[in-house]
């Protein structure tokens, strides 16, 4: 949230797409509502599961002003490439959770280095390979996260990312 308002700062209504059968997408929208708030933006829970929810909703959404786009995990396996799309066409400035999906066009992305994730992965097996119970294991939260933003799309957009963003980015998509 924080970052869309940083993007585009006179965002005011924000749609937050989720698949409502992930029981994560509570969670995760709690947690964008509780930003969204101070910053005085209007969140818009898009609960969908199917292509054809997806572009009703963003096509709906997209009449007016000041608007972006959240695409929280759990919604990101409901056709991001769609959404991208859509977005792009409806010059709605998105943020995705993952860089894929920026390198496939999104505007910025802010989430867990998945490399990284398999890197630490690698070393549970070898715990477990050498005789570590899995179930003994803890629990471990991403401890890498990434930001890289698309320049091609902000230009498409008409957005003006600040340079304070720019150098912040772990990549830049020119």
Do not use: C
């Amino acid at each position: 949230m924080e970052l869309l308002k940083e993007v585009v700062p006179r965002v005011m209504r924000v749609a937050v797409i989720r698949d409502p059968s992930d029981p994560g997408s509570i969670g995760q929208f709690a947690a964008i509502q509780a930003v969204a708030v101070p910053l005085g933006v209007e969140l818009i829970p898009v609960d969908v599961s199917d292509a054809s929810q997806i572009e009703h909703a963003i096509i709906e959404f997209a009449h007016g002003e000041n608007r972006g786009l959240i695409l929280t995990p759990s919604g990101s396996g409901v056709r991001h490439s769609l959404i991208t799309t859509l977005a792009a066409r409806y010059r709605i400035p998105a943020i995705y959770p993952f860089r894929y999906q920026v390198t496939d066009g999104g505007l910025i992305s802010y989430g867990p280095d998945i490399v990284d994730q398999y890197r630490r992965a690698a070393g549970y097996v070898d715990r477990i390979l050498k005789g570590e119970k899995p179930a003994e294991l803890p629990v471990q939260a991403p401890t890498k996260y990434e930001l890289v933003i698309n320049l091609k799309t902000a230009k498409s957009l008409g957005v003006e990312v600040p340079p304070t963003l720019l150098a912040r980015a772990d990549e830049v998509i020119e």
